[in-house]
């Protein structure tokens, strides 16, 4: 019978060893899955057994307790506990068996006879059978405390400059005195505290806390936690509070501290991880955590698609794993990293395809405890369009910048983008200045003639081509052959320009060529057809005129004047004819100016017209042809005194341009020619006057043309107009 008894007890022991061998399987997989944050914790952390001994510590621990981890699982709390009252451990231990938690300021001595004061907090079995103690070394504070109660001075500076609110009250809760933060966080006057109790601004639910308070100010003399208050404007606010009792003269002293803001941003924490969860699994960039060895602790789903493994495969590999060590990059990057503890790069990253991927990281040296922190984006798509991007803008640059137009880049306000070289040279400006300008200013510099809307008339079929006119910075006027493409790119135009000016004159001077050429061929055909019955006219009209015995004269002197007329038109149309043979020499062209104002001096009196000369400065001689330039003066001059019946001014300058050009100005003060009209000045049978032929200017055309010289007409209407004529200045032969 006792041998039955005897197995069953064994049995019952073996049973209870089994359950305790899995108790205590549990617990040590309880304790891994904490092992990170209990090694990391900057307060001490302790498993307690139910008699003290210390079941486990972390480092801080050991650091607090100032012993190293073997020595301390040989010991027990009560070791160091000599300080402490033995009812005081006792009530503790009942304490924390009956409520499960613990809160206390304890005092322990090392074994090198130092004192610690502690903030302990415990929780009854919170791993298995085995209590969990957090501590925290607050000696520092409680010789602060120590140092306030002996200087009695010290202690006023600080209760009127502290920034904490700090208040002290009677044993009924009763306001006595407090300081002016703790007035200001309050919204009272320091003449109002009399009239107010603590449980004033403590709301109902929260009464049972204040009791709680009081209860442990009568056994423990200190008190601290969290107090939410309602103020007496409706504002509630939470103070981190420390209470003390007897004080002085048994009063009860709050330090407290406005925490509504901390804990408003521990809410906003709270989010902000979350947030930062949902970020870190939803990312479309790889993220990856990894240790001091390259070791990758935690990825995210995009990194698997980036490096081409699955999340278990990639929580076994290393990131160097998928580097080329030996890329001289790698080496760079590496040792910046390790220098400043961050870095941003690109790199060539190998999968385990043997694919080979261009990566742009950011990663970041201890973000969580000692690990590093690497985003990672796949670029070598970006980084292929970017190289066929730039090959495009090289070409595209290369012809821009090599075209034989003008071409402009600007935007819908017309500032400048881009300009070519040649866009540069057509506006007469520095390339580097153009690209600060506006277009519409420079095409309409004159405002009084901008258009007000440029670009609306190809707002339709966003292209076109036109003429415009451009005038340079020294008064040349060009004509430009403008094209426009619009919306080029979003907000992009592009405007096309080429200087048409020569192309326009040299159209103009082969149009006047061949007007020229029929004119000489008329003329050639009918000039001396015409001479030969004149000449028999002029001779009978001269006969019959001696021959009648009435008097005619006025008639004979109209017929005669009319004769002539008609031969000085001959004689135009035989200069007209080509060839000719013209003999050049070297001559004064103020001589030739003054014998033909002294030629026309009397039309000019007859007129009530006054003939002006100026020479601005020595005017050297020109090669010439006299009679031809004489005749070009008249042909001007004659024009001025006949465009002012009334009567006025003919002012003539001969002046140099230049060392090797002469400038020769005719102004008269007529009624001024119309723009339209003066476009024409100088085509055959053209002309402004009532019986005049158009032959006359045309001829002085043609030989200031033989001159090599050019003639420049400006007129304003109703002021008068003004001939401009260039010559060759010196002996050099025409």
Known sequence: MSQLIEEAQIAQLNSELDRLKKENQHLLAELAKHQVIFDQALDAIIIFDQNMNFIDVNEAACSLFNERKEVLLEKSLYDYLAMFPNEEIKRQREQLSETGSLSEEIIIKLKNGQLKFIEFSAKRKAIGDYDLSIMRDVSSKKMLERERSINEKMFQDLFHRALDGIVIYDHHGRLVDANTSFCHSFELQKNQLSFYKLKDFIDKESRDKIEETWSLLSKAGKAKGDLPVRLKSGTRKIFEFTATSNVLNGYYMSIMRDITEKRSMEAKLHKSEVRFREIFENAMDAIIIWDKKGQILKANRWATRIFELPMEGLLKSSITDFLDLADPRYLSAFKQYMTTGSIRQELHFYMPNGQCKHLEFTSKANVFEGQHLTI?????????????????????????????????????????????PVSAKIFEMPHEEIEQCNLYAMLFPDESKQPSDFLAEFQKEEEGTEEILLTSKHGQTRILDFSLKLNLNENMHLAIFRDITERKELEERLRKSDTLNVVGELAAGIAHEIRNPMTALKGFIQLLEGSVKDDFSMYFNVIKSELNRIESIITEFLVLAKPQAIHFEQNSIVKIMKDTMELLNAQAIFSNVQMELITDGEIPSIYCEPNQMKQVFINILKNAIEVMPGGGKVLTILKMKGPDSLCISIKDEGNGIPEDKLKRLGEPFYTTKDRGTGLGLMVSYKIIEEHRGKVKVESQVGKGTTFYITLPAGTNEV
């Open 376 to 420: 990672l984006r796949n670029v070598s798509d970006r980084n292929r369009m970017e190289k066929e991007l730039r090959q495009s803008e090289e070409k595209f640059r290369k012809i821009f910048n090599g075209a034989l137009e003008g071409i402009i880049l600007f935007d819908s306000n017309y500032d400048i983008m881009a300009a070519n």
